[in-house]
């Protein structure tokens, strides 16, 4: 589950949230929507870790795995990849436990 409280985070004199609340569950979808710099990418880089909020918080219960594929191309990108190779790195491991599942039913 993913509990977000109270969360501020302002640049300046822009501030991009404040006392946001959001909690998702198991099966939930959210999509993000808004203008550019409305703060989507940042709140992203909050729930995975590399960017902190100036208040409030953020926990990420239970099994969950968080990703994060930046929207601009960085510098150890391999230009020959498609996008879902870049994807998949983020459930690489629900790959493997599929994998080795088909390998078990066929041994059945």
């Known amino acids: ?14 501030v991009l949230f404040k006392d946001l609340d959001l909690h998702l569950r198991r099966n939930d979808r959210l999509a993000l929507v808004g203008d550019n710099g409305s703060g989507k990418s940042t709140l992203m880089k909050m729930i995975i870790g590399i960017e902190y909020p100036d208040d409030g918080n953020i926990s990420v219960t239970g099994n969950i795995k968080t990703g994060y594929l930046p929207q601009f191309i960085h510098q150890d ?8 190779d870049e994807v998949a790195v983020v459930f690489s491991n629900i790959f493997e436990k599929e994998k080795r599942l088909r390998d078990l039913e066929n041994k059945m």
């Open 77 to 84: 990108f391999d230009e020959g990849a498609i996008l879902y």
């Open 1 to 14: 589950m993913l509990h977000i409280n109270g969360l501020k985070k302002q640049y300046g004199e822009k």
